[in-house]
Structures are given as C-alpha cells and as structure tokens.
C-alpha cells in the first residue's frame, strides 16, 4: 500500500485534552456520555500535543495514530517519543488513537508508520521534556541549564534534588509550548535501538486481545451478506422464505451489494445466508476467464507504451550490441489472504455513529460513514482494532459499507462478517503482470542497454478514473524505475490494461513483481556475460554506497562464492531503495531434488533501514516479509473461470508450511540516517533471489509465477 504523510506543525501542537480513549478500553467504550466524562477526567493532565499525556500519578500515555497489524507500530512509535521525554518505559501506557484530524494521516501502509513519525513524534517527546524542565526550573528557582532528565523525572544536578513527571504535570500545563525544541543525538539513545518486548504481547498470549471480529457490544446483531460471484453481477430476484425460517434469523434486507441475511449469531447468520434463493444478473464478464486476460496481456505489449524512462538511446546501442537477450515475465493476480477475515461492526443511530473495525484507515471510514449516514465527522466515532493481517486490503471500505447499510435499516448495532471464501472470492486482488524485457552487452560483456515493457492493470485509475496522465501511472513502474544500476541506454514503458478484476494495493505492491522481472532478467544478464551474479551487479551499482555496503555484508553471511553441500546452489537479488527508501539484498540458498522439488535452506537478508528503533522489529518483519512474498512465489496464483474466483480457501489457495520454511538470517547495516521503511522492503527481491538459485541448481529459468519446474 502506497501513503505519504506531512504533518502540519498546528496539527502536531495543538494541545489536546484526551488523547484517545485506550488501548482496550476503546474498544469497548460505548458513546453514551463516557467520551465526555473521560476527558473532564483528564482535564487537570499535562497534554501539550496529540501523542502524549502525563497524568499526576506519573502514568505516561502515549496515543499512537497508526494501526497495528502485526508491523510493532503500537511499540516502536512509542518508544520514539519515549526515548526524546527521557521516560521510564515500564511506566508507559499506550493508547490507540479514535479517527481524528489532529493526528494528520492517519493511513497506515507503505511502510512509512516510523518513517513518517520519526521527527514528529521525537518533537512531541522533546516538547514536553522542556516544558517540564522548565516547570521544576521554576518551583525551584534555578537556570533550566542547571536540570536534566532521566527515568521520568527532573534532576536539579548541583543538588541532586529530584521531582517526578507527574508531580510536575500540573504546572507544565500552563506554561506555553516552545516554538523549537533540541532533540537528542543518537549516541545519547537509551530506548531507541534496543530489544524492547512489544507491547501488544502478553494480550495476545492470554486471549485478551481485541481484534475486530472480537468485538461484542450490548445489543448487537449479526449479518452476512451473499455477494454475487461473478465480477460486477447483481441480483435478478431473490426468495427469502427458506432463510426467514432459519432458527435466530431476524430479518432478510436487499443491500447496494447483495443481500443481507441479519441474525442473533454469526453462525445463524451465515446458515441463513446458506438457505436464500438467488438468481443472478451475471453481467458482461459472465465468461471471463484467466486465458482471457492473458490474451489480453500478451496482445497489449506489442503495443508501444507511455514512457516512464528513456535515458540514452537504447535502439541505437541494441544495434550495436555484440549479443542479445529477451524475456517475458509473468505473475497471476493475488490474494490479500489475511487470516482475521474482512469484518465490522457499526452502530448508526440518528445522530451519530460508532464503528469498531481492523482498518488501516480509520479516516476513510469515517469520511465513508458520513457520507452513508449524512453526519458530520465529530458525530462519527471510529474505534481501530487490532488487525489480523493488512497488507493493503484493510484500506477498503466494503464490510464497513456493508455493516453501516444494514446498521442503518435494523436501528441497532450490528457486527458484519464475512467468511473466509467470501473473502477469497470478493477481494481486491495484486494485480497481474507481463512484462518484456530486452538488454544488449558489448563484446567485453559488458550493459549496454535495457528495454522493458510492463503490462498491468492500474490500481490508481480503477480506484480514480482519470487520475492517470498520458497512460502512464508512475505507482506501476515502482521498482522497474529508478534502479541501484548505472544503466547507460534505458527505457521502461507501460501499457494500462485494467480488467474487470477489482485490484488493490498488495504487500509492496507494484515492486513485488517488477523486482522479480527485473532482477531474474539481470540474472540472465550475468550468465549471459559469463560474469558472476553478484559481481556482474556490483560492478553497475555506482553511487550507491549503502546499497554496496549491503550487497558486501550479505555475501560475507552468505559465504558467497564459498563450496555447498551437493545439489544447493545460491542466488542474489537486490530491491532497489525506490518508495521504501530502504535498499535490501537478499541471498536464497536452495537445492532441487530429483523430484524436481525446490527446497529452501537458507535466506540471508541484509538491509541499510536507517536508524533502528527495534532490531526485533525490524528482523520479524523481514521474516514476515519474506515468508508472504516466497509463498507468493511459489504457490500463490487466483485464477477466474466463468467471471469468478476458481480459489476459495486455504485448501487451493495455501500458505507455506513449517516444514518449508528456511532459516532467515537478516543483516542490519549500522547507519545514522533517519529510519526507513521495513514492512515491506523484504519481500520484492525474495521470489527473484529463489528463481535464480534455482536456475544455479538446475539450470531452468522460471520465468512465470508461482514457480514450477518442469
């Protein structure tokens, strides 16, 4: 998922009474006055921005505005500003924040959670470390120079005298918020850059956790909804007798997206939904299929497409070129797959409304249920639950649309859940690709040129008809522009071929597959040249010095170049910086067995991240980037028959299993540059580093995905 965030310094100043309304609690805080009653509470507090809170018991809370799908965001943020306040970290409480402006963006994707907070959220830490300083300054009569912080609390360092954050949270309150702050170097970090446990843990090991399809509230009904399967259909006409008399079934409504069968349970729910007599109006893509779309594809890239790069003459040097090399790469669409299915839980009274939902944008909900219900922002309460996996899909408004529609008939709040073949078959899938590539080298082996066509569907224009320029979307050529290499004759077009597939942002989106094209292809490259893989690379990153020190650390783990055991082969591939601003290098250690099998053995992954808030962090999700982006490769294909979705669990859609999984080393590169993205860096060059150790194994190239041998 692409963001961008810029937080405007009034947003980030503006004091604030209630930061939010609990990491848990919020969860369960009906609207019925308790906002109201939890922010007089909190009036006397010491609140200078919209992060931070520190009571006169000393409790520390910190908000934090970004969603926590499993990337650590509830503990890394906090830290932040931890580290800059100078706090006691057992003392810290952390809070999700409710859907509110104050916060700035609050859209989480992209990785871009810490990037993107890293200098506000140090700001709000320092901000209020002064304004305490300056507090105890005073009561006692001394320069501020004469004061320090640490563990919570202010030093008079001549005497040693000491008073706590919280005895000082009444007179820091009044005094007015400085216009800059010094913020610490890093030499002086004592939070930030360790091994801190996450703080959503110990909720998760004893079952307290809050994830959106454990939400109950008192009152609540239960809804499915039956969606037509095939791809822009609707409903012809429908019977609801045999679903009315269902134990627990309460009532049977038409809804924009299908029909919604309301009851006292999940379970009677969906047996109602089972039990509906429903003829389709399939529509125009009734036969529709995946031969179809490649069809379509391949027809498309021999068409010329808009130009997203064109540097130096790449026809000129291909004519002179001593050898050349061509290929096609194609990748299937995919599924978000996440494992807490789609789900919400609205209450939509006449005025106001409530929603409880794992989403990754809590603003777009709530800009969504104003439009659905006519009520302004301040009478529509967004509470974000933990998610059960993102990956982009949890943007969509559909299950809220769902929820609040039928909310909004019942006059009563209602909890939405989708199984997990609706799931499957109604998702937003990463869109398929075919790509062309040709390059040409000189006698002495060397890169001359390079062409590469991409044909894809375009998530912005499907999302935002007309929001693309001259055919090009710049989101689609991530990760085929703006290359680690010194590529004198380049040229990357792009052919728009948008399908009745509805496409969404996907884990690392669009460079999760041109990284496959375009780092196997250099492979070829390599071998064609007669060079070794990593040092035909290494020899064209120029003016990259982190990316070099990244490829150099990776081979040292590697052991590259260094006898395997027999039948285990080794292959390289870079994701260069691009939106991520993170470059990684990542080595596959593989074997192919005579039952032509691929085995993984080992992963060695090393990444330049900037500065690390928590290594822990960091590693789990290269781990997890890893794992989504190789069971991708190797088995992840949603294929349409007759204009639907042939897929509809994890039975024909699996995930990899334990038993498959290769140890993964990952290799942090020490820096001092503001920190980048991590979520998502780890996966775009592991289907490429696989493919080409397996070509090392067995000589095949896999060209198409998932990988097959043959």
């Not at 990760?479 to 040229?491: D, M, S, W």
């Amino acid at each position: 998922m692409k963001r961008q965030f810029d937080p405007r310094r009034r947003e980030f100043f503006k004091v604030t009474s209630i930061a939010g309304a609990g990491f848990l609690l919020s969860f369960h805080l009906p609207w019925s006055g308790k906002l109201e009653a939890f922010a007089q509470s909190r009036q006397t507090a010491f609140a200078p921005n919209a992060w931070l809170r520190i009571d006169g018991d000393g409790t520390v809370t910190v908000t934090v505005a970004k969603s926590e799908m499993g990337q650590g965001v509830l503990t890394a943020l906090p830290m932040i500003l931890a580290e800059e306040l100078d706090a006691d970290w057992s003392n810290i409480k952390v809070e999700q924040a409710l859907a509110d402006k104050k916060y700035g963006d609050m859209g989480t994707g992209g990785s871009t959670s810490v990037r993107t907070s890293w200098e506000a959220l140090r700001t709000a830490g320092a901000t209020a470390r002064a304004m305490l300083v300056s507090a105890a300054a005073k009561r006692w009569g001394v320069p501020e120079s004469a004061c320090r912080t640490e563990n919570s609390g202010v030093i008079h360092v001549p005497t040693g005298r000491k008073l706590a954050y919280g005895e000082l949270a009444g007179e820091a309150a009044i005094l007015p918020v400085p216009a800059k702050v010094a913020l610490k170097v890093p030499k002086d970090f004592r939070i930030v850059g360790k091994r801190i446990p996450r703080v959503d843990t110990p909720s998760k090991v004893n079952g307290t956790a809050q994830f959106g399809i454990d939400i109950r509230i008192p009152g609540m009904l239960y809804a499915a909804v039956a969606q037509c399967p095939v791809f822009g259909g609707s409903v012809r006409s429908f019977d609801e007798k045999q679903a009315a008399s269902v134990p627990g079934v309460k009532r049977v409504l038409r809804i924009s997206s299908g029909i919604a069968v309301v009851a006292d349970s999940t379970w009677g729910a969906f047996q109602g939904r089972d039990a509906l007599q429903i003829i389709w109006d399939e529509g125009p893509n009734a036969h529709l299929s995946s031969d179809d779309i490649r069809k379509m594809f391949v027809e498309a890239s021999g068409k010329p497409g808009a130009v997203a790069v064109n540097e130096g003459d790449f026809d000129n040097a291909m004519a002179k070129a001593s050898k050349r090399i061509d290929a096609i790469y194609e990748l299937p669409f995919l599924a978000h797959a996440t494992m807490e299915p789609m789900n919400c839980v609205a209450d939509v009274r006449k005025d106001r409304c409530e929603i409880w939902a794992p989403t990754q944008d809590p603003q777009a909900f709530q800009k969504k249920a104003c439009e659905t219900t006519g009520l302004h922002e301040e009478s529509v309460i967004v509470h974000t639950t933990l998610l059960g996996g993102g990956f982009g899909r949890r943007t969509e408004t559909d299950a809220l649309s769902q929820a609040l529609e039928v909310s909004k008939a019942m006059g009563a709040p209602v909890k939405l859940t989708w199984s997990r073949e609706d799931d499957m078959t109604h998702d937003m899938y990463r869109p398929a690709s075919y790509h062309l590539l040709s390059g040409g080298l000189d006698g002495n082996g060397r890169l001359v040129a390079i062409k590469h066509r991409i044909v894809a569907p375009s998530i912005s224009e499907s999302k935002w008809p007309g929001s693309t320029k001259n055919g090009l979307d710049d989101d689609v050529v991530e990760g085929a522009v703006k290359l680690p290499y010194a590529i004198p004759n380049f040229r990357v077009e792009y052919v728009m071929a948008n399908t009745a597939v509805p496409v969404l942002w996907w884990r690392s989106v669009y460079p999760s597959q041109n990284v496959f094209a375009v780092e196997s292809f250099m492979d070829e490259l390599a071998h064609a040249a007669g060079r070794d893989p990593l040092e035909f690379r290494k020899a064209l990153v120029t003016g990259m010095p982190r990316m070099r020190k990244a490829m150099d650390m990776a081979a040292a783990k590697a052991g590259w170049g260094t006898p395997l055991p027999a039948g285990h082969a080794r292959g390289i591939a870079l994701s260069p910086p691009s939106f991520f601003q993170t470059p990684v290098v990542q080595i596959a250690e593989v074997s192919v067995g005579t039952d032509r099998r691929v085995r993984l053995h080992r992963i060695i992954c090393a990444l330049d991240c900037g500065i690390v808030v928590n290594p822990d962090t960091v590693e789990a999700q290269i781990e997890g980037g890893f794992v989504y982006g190789i069971t991708a490769a190797l088995k992840g294909k949603i294929t349409v028959k007759d204009g639907r979705v042939d897929e509809k669990n994890f039975d024909d859609y699996p995930l990899l299993t334990l038993d498959e999984m290769p140890v993964v080393e990952t290799v942090i590169v020490e820096s001092s540059e503001p920190p980048t993205g991590t979520g998502e860096p780890g996966l775009p060059a592991a289907a490429p580093a696989v493919a080409n150790a397996v070509f090392a194994a067995s000589g095949q190239r896999l060209r198409t995905l998932p990988m097959k041998l043959l």
